[in-house]
């Protein structure tokens, strides 16, 4: 019997994953998992499993049968520890996915004004994040755009926007690193210029370079503007990223309305080879949400 069907017919067909290891589960008592998709956990998902070491987390995310890694926060992060990571997740074979390349401004304009002082800033901090990116064997990192200036027209916004944009490519296209724009929603940040997902198509296009695409968060699609497949769909050549979440909560697939496992199956059948990031956080406390998270994606693996 294959490894995958082995998996689901002994462990996700009964309730023993989340009730007979709640209590004492390590990583040896958890069947390894062949994961269809490169989903990417992040630091402090399965501490109650593995302790606040990064190193000994990574270590539990490989042995659960994720390939694949994210960490918003690897920017600020010391040299020394990221150059450690680095180390163990080539060696588990973990593949890094984004992180956050710069200093976002939740509530200031920042790229959409188009005010030089704020676009050297943050082509400064695309230089830096380029080192970061080669540190730690990123090949993605997250863009935030910053909030709506309200004082200029949104065409003039845009051009603002897609102009920086442009400027970020030169340094980042001899890289071969790719930043990825993430719209966000309404609810959780009011007032950000980037919000949808045509919005962030169209401006890709006008930057027009493999260092500028699109990072599909579904948690925020679904809050922004739902027609997740079909936007899924029209935007597909300039998505480079995806990160998932279930609304309402922002916690692991099934606890919400999202059809994760319909999706998954989408962008499976699609061909895609790049990293789903688990930008989430989990609906139940300590080991048994731990053990919950692993079975959710388990089971909205199989399809």
């Known amino acids: 019997m294959k490894r995958r069907n082995f998996v689901k017919t002994s462990l996700l067909a009964s309730p023993t994953l989340a009730v007979a290891t709640s209590a004492s ?148 296209e001899p890289h071969k690193i790719t930043m990825v724009l993430e719209p966000l929603n309404f609810r959780d940040h009011p007032g950000l210029f980037l919000t949808k997902a045509a919005q962030t198509y169209a401006i890709c296009k006008g930057v027009n370079s493999p260092s500028c695409k699109i990072l599909f968060d579904i948690y925020h699609q679904q809050i922004q503007e739902g027609n997740i497949l079909p936007n899924i769909e029209k935007c597909w050549d300039e998505i480079a990223y ?31 080879d790049g990293i789903l990031g688990m930008e989430h956080g989990n609906s139940t406390k300590g080991k048994k949400g731990e053990l919950a998270v692993i079975k959710a994606y388990q089971e909205s693996d199989q399809w």
């Open 25 to 172: 589960a390590t990583s040896q008592d958890i069947p390894k998992y062949d994961y269809r998709l490169k989903y990417a956990p992040h630091l402090g998902m399965f501490k109650h499993h593995a302790g606040d070491d990064p190193i000994d987390q990574l270590k539990f995310m490989a042995d659960q049968g994720f390939t694949a890694f994210e960490d918003n926060e690897m920017r600020n992060r010391p040299i020394e520890l990221q150059e450690k990571m680095a180390k163990m997740m080539t060696q588990l074979g973990i593949k890094m996915g984004v992180f956050v390349a710069h200093k976002i401004y939740w509530n200031e304009p920042n790229l959409a004004s188009g005010k030089e002082e704020w676009r050297t800033e943050f082509l400064q901090n695309i230089k830096d994040s380029v080192d970061v990116a080669k540190r730690v064997n990123a090949k993605w990192m997250t863009v935030v755009p910053g909030h709506l200036d309200l004082k200029l027209d949104m065409g003039y916004q845009t051009i603002n926007v897609v102009d920086t944009l442009k400027r970020a490519c030169e340094i980042l």
């Open 242 to 272: 995806f990160q998932m979440g279930d609304n309402p909560g922002r916690k692991e697939p099934t606890t919400g309305e999202i059809n994760y496992k319909n999706i998954f199956k989408y962008i499976h059948n699609r061909g895609f």
